[in-house]
């Protein structure tokens, strides 16, 4: 299998692929999204799922995705005609970077995506060029809830801890008005999805050539995991305004 296909199939459990349960995306969608009608982005969407979820809650909304991925976004057009919100929602198969908006948005998202821009603080430089006056920014990266090990650091990323996450965004002119550190349950329920959806699939077809393999390879991301960045990864999800 690659890349692609080992992500869509660990994240069949929790297609929200940051570590939120239904809750607190819904709390959070909520308090981001225009009232009435208005225009949603997310840039590196993946299957669509906070779109998709979005389009749901307001019936008004209009949503453009964007992701690197085909076969995500094939997944996320089969969704959307399934939940009957494939007419308001449009994908584009291009670097999230890349995407050059024709008009500005009232909501741009990009929760676990910050990497395609090179971290937090470009991400959200990215959303701002593409945001109408007044709108918000829903974004989720990591930061570190204690002092990482190197290991730590070389596998996720060079973080920070929660209070200077959010003073350098603070910084960059943006505004704090709701947020969520996901709990430790949270945390624990994502990579035991993850893992554990690999690894069920292996044992489930014992015959298949990959089976193997993507067993070892789900043991080897448990152990990752539990060894190295468990008690010291967090991940944070804020929605912003200038």
């Avoid at 349960?21 to 308090?31: E, K």
């Avoid at 741009?108 to 990215?126: C, I, K, N, Y």
Wanted: glycine share 8%; net charge negative; charged share 25%.
């Amino acid at each position: 299998m690659n890349p692609e296909q080992i992500s869509n199939l660990a994240h069949a459990a929790h297609p929200i692929k940051s570590p939120l349960d239904d809750t607190s995306v819904s709390r959070l969608l909520d308090g981001a999204l225009p009232r009435e009608g208005g225009r949603v982005l997310d840039l590196g969407c993946g299957t669509a799922e906070w779109l998709l979820r979005a389009l749901e809650a307001r019936p008004g909304l209009r949503a453009v995705g964007v992701d690197t991925s085909e076969s995500a976004l094939a997944l996320a057009r089969a969704a959307a005609q399934e939940r009957g919100v494939a007419d308001r929602l449009e994908l584009h198969c291009v670097k999230a970077e890349e995407y050059v908006a024709p008009e500005p948005f009232d909501l741009v998202l990009s929760v676990g995506a910050a990497h395609a821009f090179g971290g937090l603080l470009p991400t959200l430089a990215a959303a701002r060029t593409r945001l109408a006056a007044g709108g918000s920014v829903l974004i989720g990266d990591g930061y570190w809830l204690s002092e990482p090990t190197a290991e730590a650091v070389e596998m996720l990323g060079d973080f920070t801890d929660l209070a200077t996450t959010v003073d350098r965004v603070v910084a960059e002119g943006w505004v704090p008005v709701n947020g969520h550190a996901s709990t430790r349950q949270e945390l624990d329920a994502y990579e035991w999805s993850l893992w554990g959806e690999l690894a069920a699939w292996a044992l489930d077809h014992p015959d298949d050539p990959e089976s193997a393999g993507l067993l070892a390879w789900s043991h080897a991301r448990r152990d990752e995991w539990l060894h190295t960045y468990r008690d010291s990864f967090g991940f944070l999800t804020l929605v912003l305004r200038r």
